[in-house]
């Protein structure tokens, strides 16, 4: 049944700078579903967050992505967030002059008119800001500043996630968002993001470490390893990669290539 | 996802330049080529007296004698002064009574333009000058300018009608022995608007010029003198566009401004000639000296300009801070794409003692295009306490374009503090690609991004200007990204 997934990932081949990175990844997501993507350095976690949003750097020689039954790779970057896909970068990108509120207020009514609907007037979208920034309670003078700029790393993932709630995205992946945060940032963080959620909505969540996972509890946890995903199951399976690290499936791994 | 931004790119850079029509009207036209006859013919079309005439001569002579100065960071293809023509008219009344007198091609001509001559059609607060070629065609509000005292008109008129006044005035503050270009305008100049604001009135609108060249293988010279007298107050517009053509068309203009003491004067600019196509055919030579004096005491000069037009620009409208606690100001976005090159600035030349100048300019380069800012801060013995600020930030949009800074800062007081800052930036596809993730597209990001860079310019202008100037940044722009 085709149409239950949400996202649906079929023998996935993509290459960054001539280099296969994904060798033929399959995954399948539903509404209102959790995954978490864990793997070593190198596995190729974020080389699929860049083929989902559209990133040009990685080029897909091979398989399909279907969004909601849609060809998921015909679209164009920007189709693809309007569609309801939203990615916390690992790395916010500065926009300098740019302000946060021209910013958001820009990609929302983008989305507004991919839907159909007018764009918000000022003081409703004022009025969401505040609504959304008290949600995610980041602190009110970040939205007034220039976007990410001079933000320290902590405040920029927190805006990530303030952006999310703005958005309201369908499909939201989490590249490494715990990364650079403390505890208290992270707890601020994944709270966020499971206000944010309904239950239709799915998270992808792409991280080395179990403790994110302590706050937004995935439903099935997948280990990816030189392109290909080795290992799928609940969410025991972090607690167990915190314990005896990534070596063993590696070992396992290599062995079913050899 | 290559193929789409490329695509994005090659639909944007390839808009059209919404300006590049022509008019198909009667216009009168002199013999090509320069010579003493040409300027005689000129001034004798104008009915001009005898000392203007002899100030054309002078400058003529001059002119003969100089050289096209090569110290600009431009490539310019050598122009045959022989082959343009000096003054080309739109064949009509000289001066128009009534709307009723003005030819309907022409009325039609600045309505699509978005500048309506009918007084009625205009937002009040905005009286206009429309120059085409050679002539002014006609200058709305001037009636309602009169009651106040205000002289608002073509310069020809201001010649026959205030003759003191402009001789008083003409070549104060550009002599025309100040460069080529200058000497080349002062002798074969046609028309221009003239602005006097008597003391103590503060002129209720805003005044404006428009320029339009019409005419094939002419050249446009305009003069535009505007004084203030003591205590006054004006804030002046001026823009520009021109047919899209294949040949190169020289565009040399003189602007003067005379502050009296506590006089304002903001001059704003929204620069929009024809700029070539995207190989670089074609396209304005604008090689315009604009300078304006700080005559009196606590008097303020306040240049704003957007230059998005032209296929190559040389231009440094400056300030002469003469008045003890005079100011100076220029707020600059040049903007180059394709071929063009930019080179401009400004000069800030404090002589009075607790003079202030502020320089901001932003320039932005896409495409091949080379975009240098030139800027001299000159603070003499007798300035006491002079101050400068200056800022100059450039964006590259793509890796095959230049942006160069030249600042000259001369000092002879030693109380004087004069601060520069600089940055150099470059939009880059991470930033664009954030945007993407968030539904906006590649187009509209480099909107968002480049008049967030430009912001603080445009906030400068007036509301009306602020608006075209923030649409013709994106149109100039969008898709330069590669």
Known sequence: ?258 | MDNNQDKVLNEVTQGEYKYGFVTDIDTEKIPVGLNEEIVRLISAKKNEPEWLLEFRLKAFRHWQTMKMPSWANLKIPEIKYQDIIYYAAPKQRVAPESMDDVDPELKKTFEKLGIPLEEQKRLTGVAVDAVMDSVSVKTTFRETLAEEGIIFCSFSEAVREHPSLVQKYLASVVPYTDNFFAALNSAVFSDGSFCYIPKGVRCPMELSTYFRINAANTGQFERTLLIADEEAYVSYLEGCTAPQRDENQLHAAVVEIVAERGAEVKYSTVQNWYPGDREGRGGIYNFVTKRGICKGESSKISWTQVETGSAITWKYPSCILRGDNSVGEFYSVAVTNNHQQADTGTKMIHLGKNTRSTIVSKGISAGLSQNSYRGLVKVVKKADNARNFSQCDSLLLGDRCGAHTFPYIEVDNQSAVVEHEATTSRIGEDQIFYCNQRGISTEDAIGLIVNGYAREVINKLPMEFAVEATKLLQISLEGSVG
């Open chain 1, 1 to 258: 049944m085709n149409n239950s997934f949400l996202l649906q990932i079929k023998d996935l081949k993509a290459t960054i700078d001539n280099k296969e990175i994904l060798k033929g990844l399959n995954l399948e997501v539903k509404p209102g579903e959790i995954h978490a993507i864990m793997g070593p350095n190198g596995s190729g976690k974020s080389t699929l967050a860049s083929v989902l949003t559209g990133r040009e750097i990685a080029q897909v020689t091979h398989g399909s992505v279907s969004f909601d039954g849609k060809d998921l790779l015909s679209l164009s970057p920007e189709e693809r967030a309007r569609e309801g896909i939203f990615l916390s970068f690992q790395y916010p990108i500065e926009i300098p002059g740019v302000s946060m509120v021209n910013f958001m207020k820009t990609a929302v009514n983008e989305q507004r008119k991919h839907r159909g609907l007018d764009p918000l007037s000022a003081s409703d979208f004022l009025k969401l800001m505040r609504e959304k920034k008290e949600l995610v309670e980041i602190d009110s003078a970040l939205t007034n500043r220039s976007v990410n700029e001079g933000f320290s790393g902590g405040e920029k993932k927190k805006n990530e996630i303030f952006q999310m709630a703005m958005l309201e995205p369908r499909l939201s992946i989490l590249d490494e968002t715990d990364s650079g945060l403390d505890i208290d940032a992270l707890r601020i963080v994944a709270n966020g993001v499971n206000k944010i959620r309904k239950p239709d909505t799915s998270v992808i969540v792409i991280t080395h470490y179990q403790r994110l996972l302590d706050y937004i509890v995935p439903d099935v946890v997948h280990v990816l390893y030189n392109g290909r995903i080795v290992r799928t199951a609940g969410k025991e399976l972090a607690l167990e990669l915190e314990e005896r690290g990534y070596d063993w499936i590696k070992r396992e791994a290599d062995n079913v290539e050899a």
